[in-house]
């Protein structure tokens, strides 16, 4: 059963807790142990909205927020993975409706196609295919289901 407490009204002010208050809150919403602050702030200050707006998480984001929140250096590395790595200087060619299409890497996120830089290949697939495609796929870098590329 939850406590009836004061809830922070912000991001910035659940950081700014003490250790003690944070550890409060953390048992006011979660029966297992956390340990460290940072990790109890996101699950926390999703907890603490759903409660000031009076709606309930779907139990598949509670199960998320519990991972994330047990390791959460590993999901924010696992979220900014790229899952292709390009060289600068990759041609890449693709062949589409009888015309070859070839856009050069430049950079991280910069795709030269035509004389102009893009900042992500999504911007050219769907220009040349005039609708809205996954340029990683478009261009053949995603893995298919079946496990071939």
């Not at 509670?62 to 991972?67: A, D, K, Y």
């Not at 062949?95 to 992500?120: A, C, F, L, R, S």
């Amino acid at each position: 059963m939850r406590r009836k407490c004061y809830l922070p009204k912000s991001f910035e002010e659940l950081k700014n807790l003490s250790d003690e208050k944070l550890q409060f809150y953390w048992d006011t919403f979660y029966t297992y142990p956390m340990i460290g602050h940072k990790a109890k702030l996101r699950p926390l200050w999703y907890a603490i909205q759903c409660e000031l707006g009076r709606c309930r998480l779907p139990s598949k984001y509670i199960t998320r927020l519990n991972r994330y929140a047990s390791n959460p250096e590993k999901y924010i590395e696992h979220a900014h993975k790229n899952r292709y790595a390009l060289s600068i200087g990759t041609l890449l060619t693709k062949k589409y409706k009888g015309k070859i299409y070839q856009v050069t890497v430049k950079g991280e996120q910069e795709y030269e196609w035509e004389g102009k830089i893009y900042p992500n290949l999504t911007v050219i697939a769907s220009t040349i295919s005039n609708c809205h495609v996954s340029g990683p796929a478009f261009f053949g870098l995603m893995e298919r289901k079946n496990g071939k590329s």
